[in-house]
């Protein structure tokens, strides 16, 4: 799926709240990434295989941003009963195997989703400071050959908040599987 000119959040929106259990065992709201300067968030889940493509990009990512104050926090909002292994028991296991160096919460009732106007995962979403919307959009432009990445889009916005410029691209098209919603 491609998302472009869906996006319910535009550049200089707020950050809608939120307060979710995480893999952690604890529960994690907006507030508490409060001190880092900027703020990714990924709409991810456990099966769609456009995000186990990017898993191992998004670990990397984490790691290296997070010694420069960047914050990435992953939420997955999928149903369920049509994809149990997207459950919150597969969740922590999964962010266990892989490694996770993010935060990884369960949006249960859909709400935060809703809130952002998520349409697919992986879909990514980086705040500014004062937690208003400098980027949306994918990761970068090759799914399945991280060696032939040409563009780095996510990266690239965030070496653009960082450095105090306007992010030279805000927008760009998610391309993954489209959010599973509760019937």
Known sequence: MEASGLYKLN???RAPDFSLPGVDGRRHALSDYASKP???VVFSCNHCPYVRAYEERMIGFALA???RGVAMVAINSNETTRYPEDDFPHMVSRAADKGYTFDYL???DQSVAHAYGAVCTPQFMLFDADRRLR???RFDDEKDHPEKVKEKYL???VEDLLAGRPV???VTRAIGCSIKWNA
Do not use: F, I, S, T
């Open 155 to 157: 990266e690239n916005a």
């Open 38 to 40: 900027a703020l990714v």
């Open 11 to 13: 550049p200089g929106d």
């Open 135 to 137: 980027y949306q959009g």
């Open 65 to 67: 941003y997070e010694p």
């Open 168 to 170: 030279a691209k805000p």
């Open 106 to 108: 369960r949006d249960e």
